[in-house]
């Protein structure tokens, strides 16, 4: 079980699972860019969403693929959290540091 809100670790996990299904199409290509070892059967993976306190499945179970658009949504409100630290940051060293 992996908790995270890190587009990179998901993206990572998409990867792997992608892998796996190009895999069964494209063997020994496909272990070529990532090894076999560590392909990951979307069969055995969940992957959810929490909001406004409900769990929603974000892996579509007919590609055997993370919803990308999820993907990119932790990617932008995790720039929208920096950006509004920076602000904040600007904001102190132009009128708080007086």
Not at 3 to 11: D, V
Not at 40 to 64: H, K, M, Q, W
Request: with cysteine; proline share 2%; hydrophobic share 35%.
């Amino acid at each position: 079980m992996i908790t995270t809100h890190s587009p990179y670790i998901l993206s990572s996990v998409n990867n792997l699972m992608y892998a796996y299904n190009m895999g069964k199409i494209e063997g020994d290509k496909t272990e070529k860019i990532i090894a076999k070892e560590y392909w990951l059967n979307p069969e055995d993976v969940s992957c959810y969403s929490f909001e406004g306190g409900t769990a929603v499945e974000i892996l579509n179970r007919g590609e055997g693929l993370i919803n990308t658009e999820k993907i990119d949504s932790v990617s932008r409100l995790m720039g929208e959290e920096f950006d509004q630290l920076l602000a904040l940051d600007v904001e102190f060293n132009n009128h708080g540091a007086n």
